[in-house]
């Protein structure tokens, strides 16, 4: 008896197979099966490779830097809590790491890999001081050589009162940039920080870049 493999000796004792005589449609689909599992095999490897190299990349390139800005002075207390009856989270998005114009013009495949898409929600902190200064404080992961691409928002509670409040905001201290909405009454809006640089990305959308550390 020739050597079998081990999804043709399975299926053999699964359908009871004489070992001395074993058919030909059993051996052909006893072999696809083998390489069909390999096959799979072979890719689950190469896929965690993959994710632990590419991981491995972020944690070495990647730094956190502690962020935090004063975007309203003079609150009461009051006026503190209706804030945040406004407004449910107060996030940034992590567009990708690089700007669009070197990763599309100068950057190799190392850099392109690391400067995907990965609009990545981080949360950031509301706080009110006794002085009555509203501080928005963050971890700003910033990539070592290529820098960061982000913008922050705010998830609104109802229709408007969010877009209303951050614009009220304003007029207390000129630190954020609300950007226009895309449609009527927005569930969400998005603003840019005025301490960062601004730049256009490549479908013309307006993102705030951390430069390389």
């Avoid at 004489?18 to 030909?24: A, E, F, I, T």
């Avoid at 072979?42 to 491995?56: E, K």
């Avoid at 944690?59 to 207390?77: C, E, M, N, P």
Wanted: net charge positive; charged share 20%.
């Amino acid at each position: 008896m020739n050597e079998l493999d081990v999804m043709t000796t399975l299926l053999m004792r699964l359908l009871s197979v004489d070992p001395l005589n074993v058919p030909s449609p059993v051996r052909l689909l006893g072999y696809s099966l083998t390489v069909m599992f390999t096959t799979f095999l072979v890719w689950v490897v190469w896929y965690i490779m993959r994710v632990v190299f590419n991981t491995s990349i972020d944690v070495l390139d990647i730094t956190t830097s502690k962020q935090s800005v004063v975007i309203a002075r003079g609150l009461t207390r009051h006026d503190f809590e209706q804030m945040r009856k406004g407004i449910r989270n107060w996030n940034l998005l992590l567009v990708r790491y690089g700007s669009d114009d070197y990763l599309r013009n100068m950057a190799g495949d190392t850099d392109r890999q690391a400067g995907r898409t990965r609009y990545q929600v981080i949360r950031m902190k509301l706080s009110l001081s006794p002085t009555g200064e509203v501080s928005l404080s963050w971890a700003l992961p910033v990539h070592r050589r290529l820098g960061t691409q982000f913008r922050c928002f705010i998830d609104i509670r109802g229709t408007g009162a969010g877009s209303d409040v951050l614009t009220g905001m304003l007029s207390h201290y000129d630190e954020i940039e609300v950007l226009p909405a895309d449609v009527p009454q927005p569930t969400r809006v998005y603003f840019l920080l005025k301490r960062f640089r601004s730049l256009a990305s490549a479908d013309g959308s307006r993102h705030n870049f951390a430069l390389p550390e």
